[in-house]
């Protein structure tokens, strides 16, 4: 079955640091890559994804993330993290052959500290 | 205008009653999704309608019965209430071959006591 990890539970950082949160995913195939971020109190929204293409993409606020196919991961990334990223981040994964099975990861927590 | 909307934001119950929660879409999608978010945040997929039609049943009790009276609407009605029905269902939906691509409503918090 497939599966999405997420290794860091809850990152706590400071403004202008820099960020990555791991995503691993366990999917032989063709597989469709996405974070979405869910602010406080809000609905999740999508901040990136990956079809096919060039594996850097790069999505709202600055963020980015990286398609590593032989690692089988997924890795969100931003230069300078603000306040305002303060957040869940959920990884996805959806398999080419699958209509609409979304697998999420637990989420990654990451706390800004002003 | 609100994309996905789902109504009542909160839901607050007993155990063994019946509630109904409902999504509306005004995105023209023609795939609308049921999750829950359990209490340490994680998202499973419950059900999954396309044109009116249930694609995806994954594992959840009878006791769930989603009703899609057209492509913009996917109701989750629940009977029976338990304790462990306490989450946040969220609805979304996401354009034909796009399934991916998930617009998410604003969550209705279910709170069975």
């Known amino acids: 079955a497939q599966s999405v990890s997420q290794h860091n539970h809850h990152v706590i950082l400071s403004e202008a640091a820099s960020l990555e949160l791991g995503c691993n995913y366990s999917?032989?195939?063709?597989?469709?890559l996405f974070w979405y971020v869910q602010y406080p109190g809000q609905h999740l929204q999508l901040l990136l994804k990956?079809?096919?293409?060039?594996?850097l993409v790069k999505g709202m606020k600055g963020f980015e993330a990286e398609f590593i196919k032989s690692k089988f991961s997924f890795n969100l990334r931003k230069p300078s993290v603000q306040w305002s990223d303060t957040a869940e981040y959920f990884c996805?994964?959806?398999?080419?052959?699958?209509?609409?099975?979304?697998?999420f990861g637990k989420g990654t927590k990451l706390s800004v500290k002003p | 205008d609100t994309a996905v909307s789902q109504t009542p934001k909160y839901l607050v119950t007993q155990m063994g009653n019946d509630k109904s929660i409902k999504c509306e879409q005004n995105?023209?999608?023609?795939?609308m999704y049921w999750y829950k978010q359990d209490s340490k945040k994680f998202l499973k997929i419950m059900f999954s309608y396309n044109n009116k039609e249930l694609i995806i049943n994954e594992t959840v009790p009878n006791r769930f019965s989603p009703k899609s009276p057209d492509k913009a609407h996917l109701n989750l009605h629940i009977n029976s209430l338990e304790l462990g029905d306490s989450a946040v269902y969220f609805c979304a939906s996401s354009p034909q071959g796009y399934w991916g691509e998930q617009y998410f409503g604003p969550g209705t918090r279910l709170t069975v006591t």
């Open positions: 995105l023209g999608h023609d795939t």
């Open positions: 996805a994964v959806r398999s080419g052959g699958s209509q609409g099975n979304l697998i």
């Open positions: 990956y079809f096919s293409g060039d594996p």
């Open positions: 999917y032989g195939g063709t597989v469709n």
